[in-house]
């Protein structure tokens, strides 16, 4: 009878994860099908080509690199890729798996492609033969850590040493630097304390300003860059709020047909760890990542902005981040202080990097979700100054620029609010 019951809860529980699995697997076909209505099939296999050879340091947008076409290929393959990866490794579905396949899914727009990627990869995957340990237990290190994805490129294409020790530098390089993300990583959380939900990002960031420095004590320099499209807003709108949608009816179905604890979301402060999948259940996230969305369409488009590849790929990050610590009510006062910026700044709210620090910025969505919505409209007001700033550190190489940004406002700034908020309840 026990046996019977525990085989029972084993085998709904491999049906859910399949679920899952089915669920994000059609989201990176969506990209896929939608890349090819947009495109011709030879312009797509030229615009691969020409993304492959790109140095794709901040901020390259692949739309206007190889064609929009392309770049949902692009987007739509490595999804894939990210997605077989985790199943390969019998990984059960959660926030984290969410948040990583759609930070992979939106950064293959503007810094990730199906060639630079590996070396950083395969860079965790020996480490964790170094440990000892399955290359499951870090998985979620190697897609996250290819932020850094830029370097192998710019390596390879960007110094002008005889091809051969061009690929050998960037391969060695890349390599590199996976291998040293994962203890890095473990460490440098207790210096934001898990307010930063980019922590990969800050890693990176610092990794990336170490490097920098030492390339350029030898005389390399890394160019600045904007590649940045204007003219795609009505066919990248139409896919993001069809695929936003889709969450919302899919999550309201997979939730017993209903919305039922889906404001139990508001609930949690969001700081790292907050798994919404294991806390709230998959038709609940799915509701919270079609909303969160919705809001970064709705942003860009009432500040008039451009829907992008690097848009995009904040969007995404909104989206797959609202399975692991993102809700309508933590990511909104960030939005609120980065736009409160553009009143007094010398910046304007729609020019291209402060589109990206609202959207990017709301990693510091677990300090309005811990301390309130007054002190979350501070973080977004301070991060959108640093994150103009902390770029040139690392030179564009590290292509979670605002994650860097929210670890060094979220040290500086919890303790401060520690304090204060301390003395208000003593007062």
């Known amino acids: 009878m026990i046996k019977h019951i525990k085989t029972s809860n084993s085998n709904n529980t491999d049906d859910k994860n399949r679920i899952k699995y089915v669920v994000l697997t059609m989201y990176a076909f969506s990209l896929i099908i939608y890349g090819f209505i947009l495109d011709k099939p030879m312009n797509i296999i030229n615009g691969l080509y020409k993304i492959f050879i790109e140095p794709d340091l901040l901020i390259t947008d692949y739309i206007g690199v190889g064609g929009i076409g392309a770049a949902f290929i692009n987007s739509g393959l490595l999804t894939l890729i990210s997605i077989l990866l985790l199943y390969k490794l019998k990984i059960n579905i959660n926030g984290t798996s969410i948040a990583a396949v759609f930070l992979m899914a939106g950064f293959s727009f503007f810094g990730k492609n199906l060639l630079n990627v590996w070396p950083i990869i395969i860079g965790v995957f020996l480490f964790s033969k170094l440990q000892k340990d399955s290359f499951s237990k870090y ?255 690392h030179g564009g190489l590290n292509l979670y620029n605002n994650g860097f940004a929210g670890g060094l406002v979220a040290a500086v700034l919890v303790p401060i609010i520690e304090v204060f908020r301390k003395d208000e309840k003593t007062s």
Do not use: C
């Open 139 to 393: 998985i979620y290190i190697a897609l996250f850590g290819t932020s850094m994805a830029p370097t192998v490129t710019q390596v390879i294409y960007g110094f002008g040493f005889p091809v051969f020790l061009d690929i050998l530098f960037g391969v060695f390089i890349g390599i590199g630097i996976g291998f040293f993300l994962q203890p890095l990583s473990i460490f440098l959380v207790r210096v934001h304390q898990g307010y930063n939900l980019y922590n990969v990002g800050f890693t990176a960031g610092l990794m990336g300003t170490i490097l920098v420095s030492l390339l350029r004590s030898y005389g390399f320099k890394t160019p600045t860059v904007l590649i940045w499209t204007t003219e795609y807003n009505m066919e990248l709108g139409i896919y993001l709020v069809l695929i936003s949608v889709s969450m919302i009816i899919t999550g309201y179905y997979f939730n017993d047909k209903s919305f039922k604890n889906f404001t139990n979301i508001f609930t949690y402060s969001g700081r790292l760890v907050t798994d919404f999948v294991f806390l709230e259940g998959f038709g609940v996230t799915l509701i919270n990542m079609g909303i969160n969305g919705l809001i970064g369409i709705t942003y860009i488009l009432l500040i008039n902005g451009q829907l992008n590849g690097p848009t995009v790929g904040g969007i995404f990050t909104l989206i797959g981040f609202g399975a692991f610590g993102k809700h309508a009510k933590n990511i909104t006062p960030i939005f609120i202080g980065v736009a409160l910026g553009s009143l007094t700044k010398i910046w304007s709210i729609n020019d291209p990097a402060i589109q990206l620090a609202a959207l990017f910025g709301t990693t510091l969505a677990p300090i309005a979700g811990t301390f309130g919505w007054k002190y979350g409209i501070l973080a977004g007001f301070i991060h959108s100054s640093v994150v103009l700033n902390v770029g040139t550190l």
